[in-house]
């Protein structure tokens, strides 16, 4: 599937002409460890949250659903390090959808992901309170409460209050600014990380016993539904890698920087998840998992010789700690990439406003931290609101990531001029008619097979996740229609933008100065084999081609064909 | 600068007390799975998963403290 442009879209766009002008920029702030936390507060996190559900479906095969969703991810992992290496730029999977599919999609992918980070914010910091209240047991009452004469019973109103409150101070962290809250990732990222590794370290020193592990693996292997089921609640552990692309053009060389970070956040979330399941099944036998799928990693914690005298409450602490941070990844990265579809028209460019000061994108982080605990507010009438908030985890993710293996593919084909300091292994060669070498990614083939079939299982067993998945896609489409009817943009086409010249932005904002000459040498290349001048020349008269919107130097100009830029 | 330099030294320490250590956890956990043979392929595949993480690591490691403190190249 090509990218639809429009270059005639673009001539009866009165409303872009009023581009804002946006003399501020998001500044790159975030280094090597930086982006690695970025990531693993995301994704450390959904260990402890996932293990239990998942053994609870998978049983005797836990591991191996955790293998299977991993394999599945160490793909989307790649695809997106090419991609956030390639186009360092906020938005993550929605802005290499947008490159590669063009408008339309690209606000599909983004919407879904927003999804996603919404829920992650008012989850993780759900979880995080309940994890608080293993030291205050009765901030967990259960209540009855009437409005307007409907009863919900079983509300647990104060649970729901301290997680409106971490919801509050999170996102007053990230409007104060990226380097503050980047440092507390940093510090909070590398207590859980050292926590982490001393259960598994441990564990498999003190307790695991490999003779149970193929014991259970033998004996209670579960039929194929509950097999499939577990490994499409185990992608749920896995959202890690947007938030690195998110914070992509915050981060100083992002080029050499990114690379290396996802690869190390790959495989440690990997091995972290096989460690875990695997370490439970040679531990103890999965009902007991199952019964305390609420608090797993304490469960086996506690089961530990030694450590697990202390294990209860300090695996509680740690538990609180890792989710407040997911939810931070989530306030983070709901804003981004809201700020990136803002400044390329997806939704109203009055979210695209930064903050004079702090230099963040204040009008995302409110309003979607807001509908973040609208969400909350609406789960806690539930008596499980933890199942109704992750019930519908899984759809945004896996729509998100398979359209970001299509544009993986196309963005192959149809812009192998841009410099990728990362490829995804594994490749054919193909020779264009313009002479030009292709690419073509068989593990992005893979990944893209894998990951349907995941969104395929989601559908079919997650009751809550297959309506009000599609539902949250269909209302984003209202916005988006309704958002460029209003600024008379096209709905279905794409608006012709300048990549090329964002793309050299891009790349001398963040120090490449190799990446930029390499481009500059493959653009002269394409204009040589292309023919460039020539495929302008036979644009309408008075066709405009929109510019990138740059962020720093509030580069909105057009260029008219025949006038210099 | 002194505070700086001493955290980035805790850094590092702590980078390279971790690889180190999840390299022989890694090696334990697959010679106790090899003893059950092919049974315990997923112990075995985890093992060798710990201690590609430190190899991997280690690298990465060494590659950062090569590139510490080099500029990117300045436009002519």
Same mark, same amino acid.
């Given at each position: 599937m090509a990218s639809k442009t429009a270059p005639d879209a673009a001539v009866a766009s009165g409303a872009a002409a009023k581009i804002e002008q946006d003399s501020h920029s998001l500044r790159r702030a975030v280094g090597v460890w930086g982006s690695y936390t970025w990531g693993y507060a995301d994704v450390g996190a959904d260990v402890y949250v996932a293990l239990g559900i998942v053994m609870a479906a998978a049983q005797g095969a836990t591991n191996v659903a955790f293998l299977f969703a991993g394999l599945v991810y160490v793909m989307v992992g790649l695809a997106y390090t090419e991609l956030a290496a390639a186009y360092p730029m906020a938005g993550g999977g929605q802005f290499y959808v947008l490159r590669g599919l063009g408008d339309f999609w690209g606000f599909v992918a983004g919407w879904a992901v927003l999804l996603d980070f919404t829920i992650d914010i008012s989850l993780f910091a759900l979880a995080s309170a309940g994890y608080i209240n293993f030291f205050i047991p009765v901030l967990d009452t259960h209540i009855n409460i009437s409005l307007s004469g409907i009863t919900f019973p079983g509300v647990q109103p104060f649970l729901i209050l301290e997680a409106?409150?971490?919801?509050?101070?999170?996102?007053?962290?990230?409007?104060?600014?990226?380097?503050?809250?980047?440092?507390?990732?940093?510090?909070?990222?590398?207590?859980?990380?050292?926590? !982490?590794?001393?259960?598994?370290?441990?564990?498999?020193?003190?307790?695991?016993?490999?003779?149970?592990?193929?014991?259970?693996?033998?004996?209670?292997?579960?039929?194929?539904?509950?097999?499939?089921?577990?490994?499409?609640?185990?992608?749920?552990?896995?959202?890690?890698?947007?938030?690195?692309?998110?914070?992509?053009?915050?981060?100083?060389?992002?080029?050499?920087?990114?690379?290396?970070?996802?690869?190390?956040?790959?495989?440690?979330?990997?091995?972290?998840?096989?460690?875990?399941?695997?370490?439970?099944?040679?531990?103890?036998?999965?009902?007991?998992?199952?019964?305390h799928n609420g608090d797993p990693i304490a469960w086996l914690a506690s089961h530990i010789p030694v450590l697990g005298l202390i294990a209860g409450p300090y695996v509680a602490m740690l538990g609180a700690t890792l989710v407040l941070i997911s939810s931070n990844a989530g306030v983070f990265g709901a804003s981004r990439i809201t700020y990136s579809m803002a400044r390329f028209d997806l939704l109203p460019r009055w979210f695209s406003k930064v903050h004079p000061k702090f230099r963040t994108p204040i009008r995302t982080l409110v309003v979607f931290s807001g509908i973040a605990l609208v969400e909350l507010w609406l789960a806690g009438l539930s008596p499980n609101a933890y199942d109704v908030l992750g019930n519908m985890y899984a759809f945004g993710a896996a729509t998100a990531y398979m359209l970001v293996f299509v544009s993986l593919l196309v963005l192959r084909f149809i812009d192998p001029w841009t410099p990728r300091p990362f490829k995804v292994p594994l490749n054919l060669r193909f020779r264009g008619k313009d002479g030009e070498t292709r690419l073509l990614p068989i593990v992005g083939v893979l990944g893209f097979l894998g990951i349907s079939s995941i969104l395929a299982?989601?559908?079919?067993?997650?009751?809550?996740?297959?309506?009000?998945?599609?539902?949250?896609?269909?209302?984003?489409?209202?916005?988006?229609?309704?958002?460029?009817?209003?600024?008379?943009?096209?709905?279905?086409?794409s608006l012709k933008r300048n990549w090329e010249k964002e793309q050299m932005h891009v790349y001398e904002d963040a120090g490449e100065y190799e990446l930029a000459d390499e481009l500059k040498e493959n653009l002269a290349?394409?204009?040589?084999?292309?023919?460039?001048? !020539?495929?302008?020349?036979r644009l309408p008269i008075g066709t405009q081609v929109l510019d990138v919107p740059l962020p720093s130097n509030g580069n909105h100009s057009r260029k008219r064909k025949g006038e210099k830029v | 600068m002194k505070p700086q330099s001493q955290q980035l030294s805790l850094?590092?320490?702590?980078?390279? *007390?971790?690889?180190?250590?999840?390299?022989?956890?890694?090696?334990?956990?697959?010679?106790?799975?090899? *003893?059950?043979?092919?049974?315990?392929?997923?112990?075995?595949?985890?093992?060798?998963?710990?201690?590609?993480?430190?190899?991997?690591?280690?690298?990465?490691?060494?590659?950062?403290?090569?590139?510490?403190?080099?500029?990117?190249r300045k436009r002519k």
């Open positions: 409106t409150i971490f919801v509050v101070l999170l996102t007053f962290l990230n409007i104060i600014g990226v380097r503050e809250s980047s440092k507390f990732n940093e510090i909070l990222g590398a207590l859980d990380v050292i926590s !982490e590794s001393s259960i598994l370290f441990f564990g498999f020193l003190f307790a695991f016993n490999p003779s149970m592990l193929v014991h259970q693996m033998f004996t209670q292997w579960p039929d194929a539904f509950h097999l499939a089921y577990g490994a499409s609640l185990a992608i749920i552990s896995f959202v890690g890698l947007e938030s690195i692309s998110q914070a992509s053009q915050e981060t100083i060389r992002p080029g050499k920087v990114v690379p290396r970070t996802s690869i190390a956040l790959i495989l440690t979330v990997l091995i972290y998840a096989l460690a875990f399941s695997n370490l439970s099944l040679a531990m103890l036998p999965w009902q007991s998992f199952a019964q299982l989601v559908v079919l067993t997650h009751a809550i996740g297959r309506i009000a998945g599609p539902a949250w896609i269909i209302l984003g489409l209202l916005i988006y229609i309704w958002h460029r009817r209003r600024n008379k943009l096209p709905v279905t086409k290349r394409k204009r040589r084999l292309h023919g460039e001048e !020539e495929i302008e020349s | 850094r590092k320490r702590y980078r390279t *007390l971790v690889s180190a250590l999840i390299i022989p956890l890694g090696l334990i956990i697959l010679v106790r799975a090899s *003893l059950f043979g092919l049974q315990a392929w997923t112990l075995i595949v985890l093992g060798m998963a710990f201690v590609a993480l430190g190899v991997v690591r280690l690298r990465a490691y060494a590659w950062n403290k090569q590139h510490q403190g080099i500029p990117a």
